[in-house]
C-alpha cells in the first residue's frame, strides 16, 4: 500500500479536547480513526480514546496481515469499543456514562470500507468531486423535511445526535462499502468542529485542489478562524491514496511494501486493554515495536544505498 497522510487536532475555544484521532497499518491492510468524546457527558475524553484504542487493538489481532470480512470486523470492533466504555463507567460506578462519536475506514485490497456513529464524517474526493460523504446520526440529517415537535409544539433541535457508542441503548451504526479506489482518491476523516463551520463544498474545494499535507491544516484555520472563540475541538485526518510519481517526496507518505508480514504501526496511543484482546501481552507489545524498528532500519538503509537524483 502507498498513501500520504496527514492529521491534526485543535482545541478551538473549549476548555479540552476531547477529540481523538489515528491510524494502524499491516503490511496488507489500514485503519483510520476519529472519535469525539461527546460534551455533556462525563469524561468524554476517556471515552474517545477508548474507543480508538479497542479498534486498534483488534486490528492487531485480526490483521494478519489482512482482515479477513472488513465489515464484519468494523461492525464488531464498534460494538466491543461501546461495551468497553460500558464497562468503565460500571467499573467506576458512574452514574452517567462517557459518550463519543466514531467513524472509522479501513483499507484493504485497494477499497475502502467505513463504519460511522453520530456526527463525526467521511468524505470521499475524486477528481475534485465528493464520490460519498456519511450522514449524521442526528435530526439535521436523518429528516430534512421534518421537524419534529415536542409535545409544547416547539421545534425540537435538529443537531441532536439519537445515538452514540457509550449510551445505554446499543449504538445504531452505519457501514459502506467496499469502494474501489483510484489513485489520488482522497478520504477525509473529521469531527464536527470542521463541518459545523464549513461548508461541504468548501471542503472538498480545498481537499480536492490540494495534497492533504496543506488542505488538512488550511481546512482546520479556516473552520477555527470563522467559529471564533466559540468553536468546538476541531480534529480531521485524512489521506491520499496512491499518490503519483513523486510518492516518495510527499509530505507523510508511508509505504508499506517494505514492512514484513506481523507486523504492526500505530499512532494510536498504546493501552492493553486484556479484557478485549487477550494476546496483547508486555512481551507482544515490545517485539511489536522491535519488529518495526527494524523495518524502519532496513527501508533507510536501502534508501541510502539508492542512487541520488542529479
Given amino acids: 500500500m502507498r498513501f500520504s497522510v496527514y492529521q491534526v487536532s485543535r482545541k478551538g475555544g473549549r476548555e479540552m479536547n476531547e477529540d481523538r484521532m489515528g491510524y494502524c497499518y499491516t503490511r496488507n491492510t489500514g485503519l483510520f480513526l476519529l472519535a469525539d468524546g461527546m460534551g455533556g457527558h462525563p469524561e468524554g475524553e476517556i471515552a474517545a480514546q477508548m474507543t480508538l484504542q479497542v479498534m486498534a487493538a483488534m486490528f492487531q489481532k485480526e490483521a494478519r496481515p489482512e482482515i479477513a470480512d472488513p ?14 466504555i460500558l464497562r468503565y463507567a460500571a467499573e467506576k460506578g458512574m452514574l452517567d456514562s462517557p459518550r463519543t462519536t466514531v467513524v472509522a475506514a479501513l ?7 467505513w463504519v460511522h456513529c453520530g456526527d463525526s464524517r467521511l468524505y470521499m474526493v475524486r477528481d475534485g468531486e465528493m464520490l460519498a460523504r456519511t450522514r449524521d446520526h442526528s435530526y439535521m440529517e ?3 423535511d421534518e421537524v419534529p415537535l415536542t409535545k409544547a409544539g416547539e421545534k425540537i433541535n435538529r443537531n441532536i445526535l439519537f445515538t452514540c457508542l457509550g449510551s445505554p441503548a446499543n449504538p445504531v451504526f452505519d457501514i459502506t462499502g467496499p469502494v474501489s479506489l483510484q489513485q489520488g482518491d482522497k478520504i477525509l476523516l473529521c469531527s464536527d468542529g470542521l463541518w459545523g463551520s464549513l461548508s461541504d463544498v468548501e471542503i472538498v474545494y480545498d481537499l480536492g485542489l490540494k495534497p492533504v499535507s496543506h488542505a488538512v491544516p488550511d481546512l482546520v484555520e479556516k473552520a477555527l478562524a470563522k467559529a471564533g472563540t466559540s468553536s468546538d475541538n476541531v480534529t480531521v485526518i485524512a489521506l491520499e491514496w496512491e499518490t503519483p510519481d513523486a510518492f516518495e517526496a510527499t509530505q507523510g507518505g508511508v509505504t508499506t511494501d517494505s514492512i514484513n508480514e506481523g507486523v504492526f504501526a500505530s499512532t494510536v496511543q498504546a493501552s ?3 479484557n478485549v484482546v487477550e494476546d496483547l501481552d508486555d512481551e507482544a507489545i515490545e517485539r511489536s515495536i522491535a519488529e518495526i524498528n527494524e523495518a524502519i532500519r532496513r527501508t533507510a538503509a ?4 539508492e542512487p541520488k537524483e542529479p
Fill in 302 to 305: 536501502r534508501r541510502g544505498s
Fill in 71 to 84: 465489515r464484519a470486523f468494523l461492525a464488531s470492533a464498534v460494538m466491543a469499543a461501546h461495551r468497553q
Fill in 272 to 274: 492493553l486493554l486484556d
Fill in 107 to 113: 483499507i484493504q485490497g485497494g477499497s475502502v470500507t
Fill in 142 to 144: 436523518q429528516r430534512q
